[in-house]
């Protein structure tokens, strides 16, 4: 695969940014749960978050706050508010994973690079700070009015840039929230990153697929 597109469109947190959202789980309550039953608190602590994201838009504080609450519940837990803001409030903190400063300047200096992000303003722009790449755009779920994996989120990014489904390259450490809603709205050209946190696509969303950032500059011909 060799691909110049107009602009190279990317998932933040878990792609770019390195999103540590289990060691947070792990820090409020390991030691209330068997070790056991803590890894399956972090996996439906995952699939909560997927799962609040679904319907209209709502702060992500909010989107924390229902999946925490959800969480605790289906493990006999006692759900604090506090706990959601630490998580929430630790966001922005959050750097990039090592591959992705140097690579990423690199393509920058040849394609637009743009992010569409499941964030709050008021987080996202600390952590593309940390990236140390120029970018091009930056949109949120909050400018969107609505959360990958839902197409309006995409819509609204495509709307923006006033380009096509076929005028980008996307890419994404996450196929749940990225891969496949692209694949659904006409995004041909796809990057998976595997950095092992989410399962593999299945072949028929065709799709690139990369260890990590490096990888990206001979996708596209740099």
């Not at 068997?34 to 602590?45: H, I, K, Y």
């Not at 400018?143 to 096509?164: N, T």
């Not at 028929?204 to 950032?213: G, K, L, P």
């Not at 490096?214 to 740099?222: D, E, H, I, R, T």
Request: glycine content about 4%; some cysteine.
């Amino acid at each position: 695969m060799t691909f110049r597109p107009k602009y190279i469109t990317f998932d933040c947190y878990g792609t770019l940014t390195y999103f540590p959202m289990h060691q947070m789980a792990y820090d409020i309550y390991e030691g209330q749960l068997p070790p056991e039953q803590m890894r399956l608190f972090v996996s439906d602590f995952a699939d909560y978050r997927f799962d609040e994201v679904m319907g209209d838009w709502k702060p992500y504080h909010e989107v924390l706050q229902s999946a925490l609450e959800r969480t605790c519940k289906r493990h006999g837990l006692a759900y604090r508010d506090e706990d959601a803001r630490r998580v929430y409030d630790a966001v922005p903190t959050w750097g990039p994973h090592a591959d992705v400063p140097h690579a990423l300047s690199r393509v920058a200096r040849k394609i637009p690079l743009v992010i569409l992000s499941n964030a709050m303003n008021e987080q996202i722009h600390s952590n593309v700070e940390k990236l140390k790449a120029p970018f091009h755009k930056i949109y949120t779920a909050q400018d969107a009015g609505a959360y990958k994996p839902r197409l309006a989120a995409f819509e609204y990014m495509l709307d923006q840039l006033g380009c096509a489904p076929e005028d980008v390259l996307h890419v994404s450490a996450n196929p749940r929230y990225d891969i496949f809603p692209a694949d659904n709205l006409g995004i041909r050209n796809k990057v998976f990153v595997n950095r092992g946190h989410e399962p593999r696509p299945n072949e028929a969303y065709s799709f690139a697929e990369i260890r990590d950032i490096n990888g990206l500059p001979a996708l596209v011909g740099l």
